[in-house]
């Protein structure tokens, strides 16, 4: 959706049943463009985009998306709530312990088999939130060659 202009993401929202407004286009759009960013990044990235909005209209209009599933909030053991536009696929994440670069990693093969349990114990699934936690190639480098 980074191509996604105002219009485009104000029909979006409509679709969803939410006003257009400025501040939920501009949270939007901040997602799409930063994508696995904190509340604090997006407000940061709002704030460049359409100027002045308080830090809990950020936070309101993320609650907002977030429960109309246009964004995904997830939130890795010691880290900020992230939010991103990737919605529907679920896809996992690879995370950095030292750097704690966030990457998109797709669901192991095929279609979304985590969501697959053993045993469902007839709950009906839609999400398996799983993270994979390491080291990044940067971070790899670094500790070999110093
Ligand atoms: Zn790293
Ligand atoms: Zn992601
Ligand atoms: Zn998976």
């Known amino acids: 959706m980074s191509e996604a202009t105002a219009v485009d993401v104000a029909q979006l929202l409509r679709e ?17 463009e930063h994508p696995h960013a904190t509340a604090d990044e997006i407000v940061v990235a709002v704030r460049d985009r359409i100027g002045a909005i308080s830090r809990q209209s950020v936070y309101d209009a993320l609650a907002a998306l977030t429960e109309r599933r246009l964004i995904r909030r997830f939130q890795p053991a010691g880290s900020s709530a992230r939010y ?33 349990a053993a045993d469902d114990a007839g709950y009906e699934l839609d999400e398996a939130e799983v993270v994979f936690w390491g080291t990044c190639p940067p971070c790899l480098a670094t500790a070999t060659t110093t």
């Open 16 to 32: 969803n049943g939410l006003h257009a407004t400025a501040q939920r286009v501009g949270v939007l759009r901040a997602v799409s």
């Open 84 to 116: 991103e536009d990737r919605v529907g696929d679920n896809h996992h994440h690879l995370i950095c312990r030292s750097c704690h670069v966030v990457v998109d990693v797709d669901c192991a093969v095929g279609e979304a088999p985590c969501l697959t």
